[in-house]
């Protein structure tokens, strides 16, 4: 990789772990989650970075992919998982974090177990470990304290503009004993009291752009192009689109997803319905060398 391009993934990975200390600094419970996305996304944008996809705020049960709408009145609370993406000029960096706003001292452990499974596999990456290797150690670490990895979540090659690139990095031992080649990616443990897998729930209020064409109605070719502009093919919220194109925005998202422009994605719950943690942190290898761009 160039040394260019290695100091932009540096930079939206200094950006990434500042918003994810503010985040930490400011999220209290009862506080509404349309309010801390809209702050994140203000410290995001004060720090001349742009948002890689819209912050997921997923409570409890929700392992991933949930963003407010413009008039959601759903309020911080239980075991609740903040993930970040940064990217300037379409290099990402992308991390997580979990706070318990409970007294719970179970989810205290969960958010521990997530942690040092990042941990463990982030330190295995020095001796060039297979996939099977680090599934390992993230499934090893978070059984050990008596939890569940979610098997069928898991990390991910990062490429310019690509936020899942194609390659995943398993969060259990599966039988994969290729390498990481050169290149970024991110280790993203989830652990849970339930039973470690997810299904795909109700719309989590995110879309992308799969495919770029001409669409009939101006209103919706309108946003399609800003959103186009703006991120490509990363994702964005259905918040922004109310936000910018007022109350016909919902029918010119379903209009964009029926002829298959964009993409709509569900929120990810753990399928017993038990309290899901994640941590997550993202990482460039080069030249035998790993950078930890988030930590
Ligand atoms: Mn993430
Ligand atoms: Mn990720």
Known sequence: ????????????????KEV??????????????????????????????????????????IAAHYHP?????TMAKGLLKIDI???IDGFIADTALTLDLTQDRIHKKLIEATELALDNALKSLAKNPSLHEIGSIIQETIESKGFSPIINL???SIEKYEIHAGLTIPNYGNNNNQKLTD???AIEPFATTGEGKIYEGNPGNI????????????????????????YQTLPFSLREAQEKFGVLARLSLKELETSKIIQSYAQLIESSKKPVAQAEHTFIK???SIIIITK
Do not use: C, Q, W
Request: glycine fraction near 6%; hydrophobic fraction near 35%; aromatic fraction near 10%.
């Open 1 to 16: 990789m160039i040394k260019e391009d290695i100091e932009k993934y540096e930079k939206a990975g200094k950006i990434a």
């Open 20 to 61: 994810r200390d503010y985040a930490r600094e400011i999220v209290k419970p009862g506080m509404i989650l349309l309010e801390i996305a809209k702050k994140i996304e203000d410290k995001i944008y004060s720090l001349n970075a742009s948002p890689a996809f819209p912050v997921n705020l997923s409570i409890d049960e």
């Open 69 to 73: 709408n413009i008039d959601d009145k």
């Open 85 to 87: 993406g940064i990217h």
């Open 154 to 156: 898991s990390g991910h």
């Open 183 to 185: 290149g970024v990616y």
């Open 207 to 230: 879309y992308s752009i799969i495919n770029m064409k001409n669409t009939r109605s101006p209103h919706t070719r309108k946003m399609l192009d800003y959103f186009y502009k703006k």
């Open 286 to 288: 080069s030249d035998n």
